[in-house]
């Protein structure tokens, strides 16, 4: 069982990065798969999640029109692309699996990544 998170950097504000996350075959073929971030001194926050079909999506009300989620079945990834970056998006990125439902609720997803640093620079 794994999700190995990558794409992580520094960014300018309104520039972009691509996250991505390889999860173990079975994880991405059974569950949601959702990005969530965690900026210094706060608390875990859910971005967006995926489920199997890739019209099922979700975001949170900050990155709607911004970031956008996708699974690419040929490489068994989801992508997280991050358009027009603000500063307040800073914080490290994190992968997670095991939900069966598109959910924003971290204690649903039984598997994380290790996570990636995103900095976004004003």
């Known amino acids: 069982v794994q999700l190995q998170a990558s794409g992580g950097g520094l960014a300018q504000a309104g520039g972009s990065l691509r996250l991505s996350c390889a999860p173990s075959g079975q994880l991405f073929n059974y569950y949601v798969i959702a990005w969530f971030h965690q900026a210094p001194g706060k608390e875990r926050e859910f971005v967006a999640a995926i489920g199997w079909s890739a019209m099922n999506t979700a975001y949170a009300d900050s990155v709607k029109g911004r970031f956008t989620i996708s699974r690419d079945y040929a490489k068994d990834t989801v992508n997280l692309q991050m358009n027009s970056l603000k500063p307040e998006d800073t914080a490290v990125y994190y992968c997670?699996?095991?939900?069966?439902?598109?959910?924003?609720?971290?204690?649903?997803?039984?598997?994380w990544g290790q996570g990636t640093l995103v900095t976004v620079s004003s």
């Open positions: 997670a699996a095991g939900s069966f439902v598109v959910t924003g609720n971290p204690d649903r997803y039984v598997y």
